[in-house]
């Protein structure tokens, strides 16, 4: 009788199972030209590629041509002048259509902190069949306040708890805005007066100010629900040694039992496995470092699952601009889940039911539990 290969039902299971994508934004709604499309494959470069360069040369290019060439009726590894070719025949729109479904996603998690010419909760739902949700983000919180008259500390805690009626979780984007290293105890109300009204007299924009994101990052936890740290890679505009998630103790520390999740976590993932094994409120993402490690990143899955308890690891695209990314951050993640687990179901030191649920305890489950969804 001829056995089954190893592996071959939990390769099928991971194929067709549904996904909560809990750290994601909206993709583009507008056509733009080639070389808009080549920046958003490059994450941390600020500035336009330079003119030898081209982001089809990354991992992330290469994985484009791989995996979402066909979606567009191109082969597999189509060159890059065919797939942008391909591409810019269709509207931003109809690609959403195209990649969003295709991701098997039935739960969206949404910053909307980034909101420029993206598609919204509703318009994201529309787009993939799936449900969309918000998840607040806590800068943009603290510059609508900023705009509001009377007391700032008033107008953030109004702001923050009408928003979190309706959404899933918090945000905060601290690793761009000066890092992690550095007190980040609660402030006093007589220092975020002070703070406020500096920062409204020069404009109240792009918040920087070390006292009032330490006092929304409380607020955050005050309210419980789970709040996102965005970890290590990012563009450059976040200095990548402030982002080291062990930088975050002593806030983890006065956390109680507000979920936090770490997101990107590369080149981190380590350190943040540490964290989500000591602190019963941690948890461990990969999104955004999977779609730019492309053929790597089952190395990169596979660290994450070193240390970081399975029921404290959750799935996430991160993606934001091309709907490929989207669609991407999934199919890379199945390809690099299928791998690893699949090596430890053929080294008999898991077996595959063991390595099923656990792919289910990170493509859905622990989302489903920690953002009740």
Request: with cysteine; proline share 4%.
């Amino acid at each position: 009788m001829t056995m089954p290969p190893v592996g071959s039902a939990l390769a099928s299971h991971i194929a067709g199972v549904q996904l909560i994508d809990q750290h994601v934004h909206g993709c583009w709604l507008t056509k733009g030209d080639r070389q808009r499309f080549e920046n958003s494959l490059n994450e941390a470069n600020t500035e336009p590629l330079a003119d030898f360069d081209t982001a089809f040369d990354s991992q992330l290019g290469f994985a484009v041509r791989a995996h979402c060439a066909p979606l567009l009726g191109l082969p597999k590894h189509a060159s890059p002048e065919d797939y942008w070719g391909r591409r810019s025949e269709l509207t931003e729109i109809e690609l959403g259509r195209i990649f969003l479904p295709a991701a098997g996603v039935s739960d969206w998690l949404v910053d909307t902190g980034l909101d420029h010419d993206v598609a919204d909760t509703a318009q994201l739902a529309d787009m993939s069949g799936g449900r969309a949700l918000e998840v607040v983000r806590l800068e943009q919180v603290a510059e609508q306040a900023a705009n509001t008259p009377g007391d700032y500390a008033s107008a953030f805690e109004e702001i923050l708890h009408r928003r979190a009626a309706t959404a899933v979780g918090t945000k905060s984007i601290l690793a761009y805005r000066g890092g992690f290293d550095g007190d980040l105890s609660e402030p006093s109300a007589a220092e975020v007066a002070a703070a406020a009204d500096r920062w409204r007299d020069s404009g109240g924009v792009r918040l920087r100010d070390r006292v009032l994101l330490r006092f929304g990052l409380h607020q955050a936890v005050r309210l419980g629900k789970p709040l996102q740290f965005h970890v290590g890679l990012g563009d450059r505009d976040c200095d990548l040694h402030k982002a080291n998630p062990l930088y975050l103790l002593d806030f983890l520390r006065q956390s109680g039992d507000t979920p936090v999740v770490l997101l990107h976590c590369y080149p981190y993932e380590r350190e943040a496995g540490y964290l989500a094994q000591a602190f019963n409120n941690v948890y461990v993402d990969g999104g955004l470092s999977v779609n730019h490690l492309g053929a790597r990143a089952p190395g990169f899955i596979a660290r994450l699952l070193e240390l970081a308890p399975f029921r404290k690891i959750v799935y996430s695209s991160d993606g934001f601009g091309p709907a490929e990314l989207h669609f991407l951050g999934a199919t890379l993640w199945r390809n690099g889940i299928r791998q690893v687990l699949s090596s430890f179901v053929a080294d008999d030191e898991w077996s595959e039911a063991d390595a099923i649920r656990v792919a289910d305890l990170i493509a859905h489950d622990n989302a489903a539990r920690i953002y009740h969804v």
